[in-house]
């Protein structure tokens, strides 16, 4: 299987370090200093939960140009730049090829197969123009949620904070053989890979935190228990995971845990920053479309109320657009 890792950051690195580790035939595209470290010195990865902390060589590139077709593409970008990219990933995909996407939020593909008045409904939030269902195509898309933390410390190095969980499912709820595949392909590089028969109930059980946490985190400059443990942003953070729970439940998706178990769980975490606090931080375009407007999108579409969403929304686009993200 040749494997390439569109978008070789913090988990698209991670990713293709354990499968490259496996014997597998991986090819990363990354850009600027972190294309040019791995390219000199190769990929370090550092993680006391894998007990590991390895240097390797990898073939890379920062163009597309003569890469030929992959048997599966993990598509590691955010949701805007996976949206300006899609035309390229185009040129990596034969007729079978999977796409993996790695991103937050509500995905673009979400309504493809879904049973409902909003079926292949096509989100302007995440996908403006509709670039990704053009080019790439849904039926392609092997559903993705993932769990673990890490972050690059230095261009060429990736560190791993926590999590093993990738969790995989088909947008029609199948148990297919790719998805059985690629789950294989993950379990023998270390990675927890279940394969869903309901991948936008966990989607969406994700998303109820970040959705809240994230850009909370962007205005607060608080880790997630820092957030939790002040009543103030805590009620803020209620009524947003409320909001979210609303449209979630008017789309007919199982909520599986309660706002007071989810707030739990994150400052369980501890001083945890949240992905969209270290991209605000290195002045890095933040993913507020994808975690937050693509909700305020769907609760017009299912008249749903959402004003603390739109609200955190603005103050959090203020705050990027200040800072230069």
Not at 79 to 92: F, G, I, K, P, Y
Not at 234 to 243: D, L, P, R, V
Not at 287 to 308: D, F, R
Request: glycine share 8%.
């Amino acid at each position: 299987m040749r494997v390439c890792i569109f978008g070789a950051g913090a988990i698209g690195g991670m990713l293709g370090f354990l499968l490259n580790k496996q014997g597998i035939d991986v090819t990363l595209i990354a850009r600027r200093d972190h294309y040019k470290a791995i390219k000199k010195n190769g990929l370090t990865f550092i993680s006391s939960e894998f007990n590991i902390e390895e240097t390797q060589k990898f073939k890379i590139f920062d163009s597309l140009e003569t890469l030929g077709k992959f048997d599966l593409v993990i598509n590691g970008l955010k949701a805007h730049s996976a949206n300006q990219t899609a035309e390229l990933v185009s040129n990596l995909i034969h007729e079978e090829t999977i796409i993996l996407p790695t991103l937050n939020g509500v995905p673009w593909w979400f309504f493809y197969k879904f049973q409902g008045t909003l079926a292949n409904y096509q989100l302007n939030s995440v996908d403006p123009g509709q670039k990704q269902w053009k080019y790439i195509k849904p039926q392609k898309v092997l559903g993705c949620v993932v769990y673990p933390a890490a972050t690059i410390t230095k261009p060429g190095v990736i560190k791993h904070i926590e999590g093993k969980r990738f969790i995989l499912g088909e947008p029609d709820g199948s148990k297919s053989e790719r998805a059985n595949i690629i789950s294989n392909l993950l379990v023998n590089s270390g990675l927890k890979a279940p394969v869903s028969k309901d991948i936008r109930s966990d989607i969406w059980l994700k998303l109820i935190g970040n959705s809240s946490f994230n850009p909370l985190s962007v205005i607060t400059q608080n880790t997630l228990k820092e957030m939790c443990e002040n009543e103030d942003i805590k009620n803020i953070i209620e009524e947003m995971m409320s909001e979210v729970i609303f449209i979630g439940e008017k789309l007919n998706i199982k909520i599986r845990l309660t706002v007071e178990k989810r707030i739990e769980g994150a400052k369980n975490v501890g001083d945890h920053k949240t992905s969209t606090l270290q991209d605000y931080e290195n002045k890095k375009p933040l993913e507020l479309n994808a975690l937050i407007n693509s909700l305020i999108e769907l609760g017009k579409l299912t008249n749903i109320q959402t004003p603390t969403l739109n609200t955190v929304y603005r103050i959090a686009k203020f705050f990027s657009e200040r800072q230069g993200c």
